[in-house]
């Protein structure tokens, strides 16, 4: 192991090897990887961002529901995700994976539909094992538990890897399965991407522990802290933990340290209760201004390039919203239909009584089912 077991979360290591100007600080530590690999990471994390950035202009013009942006943490998000075979291994989101949910292979047009309010919009495409966004915090530790142990018992070597904030880490749950899945030395590796904020309720009024890290000490499996700004670091201990949990060396837990640059949610005031000046000094060490630093010092990427893929992105994010504004409508049907295989009396009522109250009321419908 080259990460693992190397950098104590007892001390507060962290793994990084760049700077926040893109220079490599730690050459030892960089990954194997292609410049071909690097543009598509980049070019993901690129896309994240403004479709982040368009959404939130759609919510603002009432065009959009309230989302959750990744803004900040694209580079640990990509990471993690492109380590993954989608068909073989699962990811087990939460709500606030943009990123990695575009880089397992969910579609632009899908993410927008489900914040449009579709459901349809949480189904992945054939032959990516990408489950719906998960709104319980902290229980998707526990569904990746569940896929790790199935594919323990039934001797296959795909690989679950889910991801909460420091909120989850919070949670009984999130420990209740870091503990089951240590016990059966189960295939997964448990992300917490630690971007400083719970809603409103900063880190250091959530834990008294030195780090999240730390917390994995007592189920007794390996845990790391890595800079998680940082892509090349990130991709590097990403790699290396999933090959640890397929070996059958048991489950790892991730710290990726990071920071949300964006609100809570599109419905979040951040500047009512984050500190006067946090925001601007946190955004020099953000990730796309750090790993296109690195990729222009590198000779693979120019301004003239950023330009033709942001114009590029910009289309593409336009034309995907466009059809979702065409298409994101449902019938009231949907609601009940899929609670159970066969429609309960209780549910028959109920769709009868919300059918019987659109009738009557048809402006309430506001854009979603019909």
Request: hydrophobic letters at 35%; aromatic letters at 10%; a negative charge.
């Amino acid at each position: 192991m080259k990460y693992i077991g190397k950098f104590d979360p007892q001390k507060d290591e962290v793994v990084r090897v760049m700077d926040k100007d893109g220079k490599i600080i730690n050459p030892k530590l960089a990954p194997s990887i292609s410049d071909e690999e690097l543009i598509k990471a980049y070019s993901i994390m690129n896309l994240s961002r403004r479709q982040d950035d368009y959404q939130n202009k759609m919510q603002r013009q009432g065009r959009l529901l309230s989302f959750l942006s990744s803004t900040g943490q694209e580079a640990c998000e990509v990471a993690y995700t492109m380590v993954i075979d989608p068909k073989n291994d699962f990811f087990v989101s939460g709500y606030r994976n943009n990123a990695a949910w575009l880089t397992m292979g969910q579609t632009v047009r899908n993410i927008m539909l489900y914040w449009a309010g579709n459901e349809a919009g949480a189904k992945a495409p054939e032959g990516v094992n990408s489950l719906p966004p998960n709104i319980i915090i902290g229980s998707q530790y526990s569904q990746a538990t569940g896929i790790a142990f199935a594919e323990k018992y039934q001797g296959k070597k795909g690989v679950a890897v889910t991801t909460t904030g420091d909120g989850g880490m919070s949670e009984g749950e999130t420990y209740e399965a870091m503990n089951f899945a240590k016990l059966h030395e189960l295939p997964v590796v448990f992300v917490c991407e630690n971007n400083k904020w719970a809603i409103s309720t900063p880190t250091v009024e959530q834990t008294k522990s030195l780090n999240i890290a730390v917390k994995a000490i007592a189920t007794g499996m390996p845990s790391i802290k890595v800079d998680g700004n940082d892509f090349l670091a990130s991709y590097a201990v990403a790699k290396e933990a999933v090959e640890f949990a397929r070996s059958g060396n048991g489950p790892v837990l991730i710290e990726f340290d990071t920071y949300r640059l964006g609100a809570h949610s599109s419905s979040d005031a951040p500047d009512v209760y984050r500190p006067k000046g946090e925001f601007e000094d946190r955004v020099p060490y953000e990730p796309l201004i750090r790993l296109k630093a690195y990729m222009i010092a590198k000779g693979i990427w120019s301004e003239e390039k950023q330009t033709a893929l942001n114009e590029e992105q910009d289309k593409h994010i336009a034309a995907e919203f466009a059809w979702v504004e065409q298409n994101k409508n449902y019938p009231i049907e949907d609601i009940f239909n899929y609670q159970y295989a066969e429609l309960t009396e209780d549910l028959k009522d109920q769709l009868a009584e919300a059918k019987e109250f659109f009738a009557k009321y048809p402006e309430t419908k506001d854009g979603g089912h019909h």
